[in-house]
């Protein structure tokens, strides 16, 4: 146990590439915390997704011993958050489980969204921030510029910025007294009850479900019985330790420490972030404050392309749940795609990351339907119910009204593309809220319906602004609007995998839009093909696909008897990648790419 | 579902099972086409003395399991098989003879490409018994003809067009089209031209990409601007079947036009299913033995062929049985490539998903059933692929 004056609890705030996980190897190298032959780029991020995108899915922690200028010892607590917005919720917990918080910024780009947002949830912690300006070795680097920018945009003092090389080391020990003279103690009562807060929780193969916890009052040992607030349930503490960043036994936790607990636990699910862990006997009467389990916010179905994978379907979704108390799941049968899984996400980045890590580490080739965002209907006799799945929307003649969620989003921009970015917001329906400069670069910050943003908003914004702009958002709440199901017509057959909500105004483009997506997706037939898009009974939008003119072997001897019949197994093969629907063959990959806008 | 045992005896043999065809695959062009995926490879000296003595042998051998056969087509395909020197196509054809019975009216084959070497040798070719040419043109420009790589001009062709025809009674050609930046009005020109130079017959293939050669790279980078798309390639179709039926060479085949009586024989083998040995590096072939249907194929690389030909026991060849399926799926791919389609037998019909499968195709337009014989209509056959597909399923 440590002396509550000697022990510095710290994340690292980051716009993504702009050196967060090489400062923390940085940190981590200079007191020698991880012998330099075990050292390998980027230590905290672990998954392969993770190290793939280059971002944090979980939080990641270390404890640093470090022996001051002034010749005391302190310990270091570091948790590497996660850096996406997907992920605000984890973030904002792992922010309350520390007192400070480094702000890096990348000295040759200056703030962006990502910065913004997370450092907003820093100083909602009551972080002390201890700005950090990255990447001074390179010749593009402005200081003075970014230090200016940070006090305008985020409006703290960086007059005593430090500046730091996390590539050559520069800046590194007074990084490190910074945190020591900066950034405060925590505080905490080692004789009150025990009020610890469930910071994370993760499944090891080996161990079962591991908690990293931030010991706020009292003490934790091996043995302990501690109870979970939340849901009243009671674990024995098997073992305790903090992370180096490998995990190492130690006897107690005491108040301000980071550290872990393994307690026989089977499924991450019983653990909820957030949550307050107290001794089963004269425990804390109140738990922590603001604890609210994470709510997902897209919903998309997952079905198996050949769908004799529906079982290992099922069964790589049900390990993957056990591991990630956010990601919700559900059976689905759609009539075209068959039994499926409707899945419920933090974000799209969730989304993806999910669904590559069902396609990497299970093999199943899936088909991901268009991911929508939770509605709340208002039925005539008052009740409401939430809508998951546009398919699943309820006969108008009850309903009252709808409302959707709406999100404040914050983009950063340079000038040249602000043109571009505005016309945008406004074509998905944004309401502008505010709009700063900061020398060269545009802030602006907008209202804007979940649902428009869902699906392909960071695309589009990527693409008009050449990949310049940076872009975060929070959930705000709900808000009514005229919004109706649109359904998709094949052949004059429904097929609800493409059926979507849509702004009443926007039904027509949208339709259209996607009659003429489809047209281009779906492959000729024998026959031609009406497609139409349809509010009710009423078609707004209509293509017609021809039929198919021209598919023939122009040159077949004697030799290509052999070859053209291997040519047709394969073409036969081709076709399992189709979904049949009624006499139409759709490919799978048209589920997602006909609900993407060119504008 | 699978096909029900559509033994061998259940197929009507559309071909006379006494007789034979031949085909001679010879490897060498002196260069390389951009589009061509053929076996054919560029070979400064080729030994034409050892490449006959293979050729040789090898009939012996594959006429060692086709006895009491009448020979009725020869075809030397390639390749360029107007480089083989007269004396080596008049060994090949002495070694066939010695190894069959000839019918009468055998048809003998070699294809040539119209360039003034080529022309010279033409009288050679007639001594040494060939009667037939097929050449290939391509295409009768010269921006087109170096588009497509071809060594000749377009006055070449039609000056060894003449030679031909002076020596040969039957002389066909070759053209490719649907090419790079070809309009509808300069095919109708070309191909009237080509109609009116009078010929019996004529093969006119759209361009295929293939992968693996010089134009599938460039395609797959990007490249190869100008090639028509689905609906050019289909008008480009059509107005190929209203040219040349107006001239009385309607297609009697996907890509093959004739005048009665004018069609290749030996390429109606392959799509009527009879027996043809092949012999030379890659060459396939299709035997009936005890009732059974082989499949042989040849080593490809030629010098691996050579080696192996030149040995006494020869590995040259595989000999695969096929399944009664695959017999039947080769009978409809072929067959149906014919105007007058395939004679599928009654007991085929007994299949429920193949009969709904046609039912639903003639409901198309696609195809039509008389009596036991299938044939792809004027509107189903410019999309074989896709009633192949529809047949085949199950
Ligand atoms: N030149 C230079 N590159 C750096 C520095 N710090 C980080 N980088 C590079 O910037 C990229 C992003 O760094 P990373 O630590 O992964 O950023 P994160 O996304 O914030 O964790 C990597 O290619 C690093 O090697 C620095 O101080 N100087
Ligand atoms: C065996 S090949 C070559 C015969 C001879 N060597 C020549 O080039 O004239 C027979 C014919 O197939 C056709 N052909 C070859 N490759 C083709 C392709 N990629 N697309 C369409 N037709 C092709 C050409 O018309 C060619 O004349
Ligand atoms: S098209 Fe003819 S000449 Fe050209 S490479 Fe192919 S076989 Fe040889
Ligand atoms: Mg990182």
Redesign the interface.
């Known amino acids: 146990m440590t002396e509550l004056s000697h022990i510095r609890n710290f994340s690292i705030v980051a716009h993504i590439d702009h050196g967060k996980s090489t400062l923390a190897d940085r940190l981590i190298q200079e007191t020698e915390t991880v012998a330099s032959r075990d050292m390998k780029a980027q230590l905290l991020d672990s998954m392969d997704i993770e190290r793939e995108r280059g971002i944090t899915i979980k939080a990641n922690t270390v404890r640093i011993e470090y022996k001051a200028q002034n010749g005391e010892h302190y310990t270091l607590n570091l948790i590497d958050t996660p850096g996406h917005v997907d992920f605000a919720y984890e973030v904002s917990r792992s922010m309350r489980a520390v007192e400070g918080s480094l702000l890096v910024v990348d000295s040759t780009q200056g703030v962006e969204a990502q910065t913004l947002a997370n450092v907003y949830q820093a100083i909602d912690a009551d972080h002390e921030i201890v700005p950090v300006l990255n990447k001074i070795d390179l010749p593009a680097s402005e200081c003075e510029k970014v230090a200016e920018q940070i006090e305008d945009v985020i409006g703290i003092d960086a007059s005593e910025a430090i500046q730091v090389s996390a590539k050559t080391g520069v800046g590194i020990v007074e990084t490190l007294e910074a945190i020591v003279h900066k950034l405060p103690a925590p505080q905490g009562d080692v004789d009150a009850p025990l009020k610890a807060m469930l910071v994370d929780s993760w499944y090891d193969a080996y161990l079962g479900v591991i908690v990293l916890v931030r010991i706020i009052d009292g003490r934790m040992k091996k043995g302990d019985r501690v109870k979970f607030m939340s849901n009243g349930t009671v674990h024995g503490i098997d073992k305790i330790g903090v992370f180096r960043p490998q995990m190492q036994d130690v006897d107690v936790l005491g108040p301000g420490e980071i550290g872990f607990i393994t307690a026989s636990i089977k499924q991450v699910r019983d653990t909820r972030v957030g949550d307050t862990i107290t001794s089963e006997k004269k425990g804390a009467e109140t738990a922590l404050d603001g604890f609210k389990p994470s709510q997902p916010v897209v919903f998309c179905g997952l079905f198996p392309v050949d769908s004799a994978q529906f079982e290992d379907l099922r069964d790589a979704i049900e390990k993957l749940a056990l591991n990630d108390a956010s990601f919700s799941y559900e059976m689905e049968t759609s009539a075209a795609l068959g039994f499926g899984f409707r899945c419920g996400f933090l974000g799209l980045l969730h989304l993806e990351v999910i669904r590559d890590r069902i396609e990497r580490e299970y093999n199943i080739e899936l088909i991901t339907t268009a991911p929508s965002v939770v509605y709340h209907i208002y039925m005539k006799d008052g009740s409401m119910q939430e809508l998951h799945n546009p398919a699943d929307m309820p006969d108008l003649t009850h309903v009252d009204h709808l409302e959707e969620p709406r999100i404040k989003a914050t983009i950063l921009v340079p000038d040249e593309y602000l043109g571009d970015v505005l016309k945008l917001c406004q074509d998905r329906r944004g309401i502008q809220l505010d709009l700063t400069y900061a020398g060269s670069r545009a802030m602006t910050v907008y209202d804007l319906p979940l649902n428009e943003v869902v699906f392909d908003f960071y695309d589009r914004l990527k693409s008009v602004t050449k990949g310049y702009a940076s872009f975060d958002y929070q959930v705000t709440g709900y808000a009514t609007d005229n919004l109706v199901k649109m359904s998709v017509l094949v052949n004059d057959e429904p097929v609800d995998a493409l059926s979507m909500m849509v702004h009443r105004d926007r039904a027509e483009q949208r339709g259209r839009a996607m009659c003429e997506k489809l047209k281009d997706l779906i492959p ?4 031609k093909i009406p497609i139409q898009a349809a509010i009710g009974g009423k078609v707004i939008a209509r293509e017609t696909l021809s039929a ?15 070859r ?2 291997k040519l ?1 197994d394969k ?2 093969a081709g ?1 399992k990648k189709m979904r049949q629907f009624g006499k139409v063959d759709i490919p799978q990959e048209a589920f997602i790419s006909a609900l993407k806008m060119d504008s | 579902m699978p096909l029900p045992n559509l033994s061998q005896a259940a197929l009507p043999d559309l071909a006379d099972p006494s007789t034979l065809g031949l ?1 001679v695959h010879w490897p060498f062009c002196q260069a390389k086409c951009p589009y061509c995926d053929f076996n054919s490879h560029v070979m400064a000296n080729v030994d034409q003395k050892r490449w006959a003595l293979a050729l040789s042998h090898e009939i012996k051998r594959v006429g060692a399991l086709t006895q009491d056969r009448t020979l009725t087509s020869i075809f030397f ?1 390639g390749g360029t098989p107007s480089l083989m020197d007269p004396e080596t196509v008049e060994a090949v054809l002495v070694a066939a003879h010695e190894t069959w019975r000839w019918a009468n009216s055998i048809e003998i084959t070699l294809e040539a490409n119209p360039t003034s070497i080529e022309a010279n040798r033409f009288r050679g070719y007639r001594t040494a018994g060939v009667n037939r040419v097929s050449m290939g043109f391509q295409a009768m420009n010269d921006d087109d003809l170096k588009r497509l790589g071809r060594l000749h001009s377009a006055q070449e062709a039609m000056a060894a067009l003449e030679v031909a025809r002076s020596t040969f009674n039957r002389v066909s050609f070759d053209l490719i089209y649907a090419r790079q930046d070809q309009t509808l009005p300069a095919w109708r020109d070309e191909l009237t031209r080509a109609l009116e130079t009078g010929v019996d017959h004529l093969s006119l ?4 990409i293939e992968d693996g050669t010089a134009f599938g790279d460039r395609l797959a980078k990007g490249g190869l601007k100008g090639l028509p798309d ?2 050019r ?2 008008d480009m ?1 059509d107005l190929t079947q209203e040219l040349t039926e107006a001239r009385g060479m309607p297609g009697y085949e ?2 093959n036009h004739a005048r009665p009586d004018a069609e290749s024989r030996h ?1 109606l ?2 799509w009527q299913g009879g027996d ?1 040995a ?1 012999v030379g590096p ?5 035997l009936t033995r005890d009732g059974m249907r082989v ?1 042989t ?1 040849c080593v490809k690389q030629p010098g691996l062929w050579l080696a192996a030909a030149e040995q006494a026991e020869s590995a040259t060849t595989q000999l695969t049985a096929l399944s009664a399926k ?1 017999v039947f ?2 009978r409809l ?2 067959g149906l ?1 014919l105007r007058d389609g395939v004679d599928l037998g009654s007991s085929a019909l007994e299949n429920t998903s193949l009969c709904n499968n046609i039912k639903l ?1 003639v409901d ?1 337009g ?1 195809v039509a059933l008389t009596g036991t014989q299938l044939r792809a209509t004027d509107q189903g ?10 047949l ?2 199950d």
């Open positions: 000729r037939h024998m026959f198919l003119r021209k598919d023939v072997t122009a040159k077949c001897y004697g030799g290509d008897a052999t053209k019949r047709l073409q036969k076709k | 085909y395909g293939y759209q361009l295929t689905e609906d390639a289909a179709w996907i890509s390429n083998l392959y043809y092949g890659g060459a396939h072939g299709r499949a194929e695959e799926e080769e791919m072929m490539r195709l198309f696609l056959r410019p999309v074989l692929n896709s009633v192949l597909r529809q085949l399923a």
